[in-house]
T-cell receptor, first 115, second 111 residues
């Protein structure tokens, strides 16, 4: 099983450029989410989705867009990259709409540098 | 505002001892609390989940307690080994659809 797959693993962007971080899961999970991880800050929730066509904001949504057109895919878009968005990004999925009582499965992360 | 706090200082212990990590939270009423392990350069991996009506949960050498009065969870690793060295994250989940993480505590087990 592939689990949660994130691409790319590494990316360098110039300020103002746009890009999409890809996330795909093959476990038929309803819940998917994006986190960013910065030193000393832990994982902070950016956006999440409880199913295809449904998305909502997390703790730090500004500067990021998401969509969920299929159960499998949950891309994260940076419309105009800023140095403050330099971080490691993790995508996660859980089987049910509300991720309370089951584990979250994480991808390997995308390390993004904005110069 | 909601806050989850884990000890930001690294915990250094000797092999064979019990490691105890703390997770405190404020302005939150989680229904579930989860613990994850994260190795450098990797995504977090789920370890244990405990419900608000459970006082304690065990899995092999791991034990988690959940005190909703103190708003605290303790994570214990007994008979620790150098392979247990990693960063451990606690996460809280209520019924809002959000899984919120603490900043993690790094554990170093010395042989």
């Amino acid at each position: 099983n592939a689990g949660v797959t994130q691409t790319p693993k590494f990316q360098v962007l110039k300020t103002g450029q746009s890009m999409t971080l890809q996330c795909a899961q093959d476990m038929n999970h309803e819940y998917m989410s994006w986190y960013r991880q910065d030193p000393g800050m832990g994982l902070r929730l950016i956006h999440y989705s409880v199913g295809a066509g449904i998305t909502d904001q997390g703790e730090v949504p500004n500067g990021y867009n998401v969509s969920r057109s299929t159960t499998e895919d949950f891309p994260l878009r940076l419309l105009s990259a800023a140095p403050s968005q330099t971080s490691v990004y993790f995508c996660a999925s859980s089987p049910f709409r509300v991720p309370m009582n089951t584990e979250a499965f994480f991808g390997q992360g995308t390390r993004l540098t904005v110069v | 505002s909601q806050k989850i706090e884990q000890n930001s200082e690294a915990l250094n212990i000797q092999e064979g001892k019990t490691a105890t990590l703390t997770c405190n939270y404020t302005n939150y009423s989680p229904a579930y609390l989860q613990w994850y392990r994260q190795d450098p350069g990797r995504g977090p991996v789920f370890l244990l989940l405990i419900r608000e009506n459970e006082k304690e949960k065990r899995k092999e050498r791991l034990k988690v307690t959940f005190d909703t009065t103190l708003k605290q969870s303790l994570f214990h690793i007994t008979a620790s080994q150098p392979a247990d060295s990693a960063t451990y994250l606690c996460a809280l989940a209520g019924n809002t659809g959000k899984l919120i993480f603490g900043q993690g505590t790094t554990l170093q087990v010395k042989p």
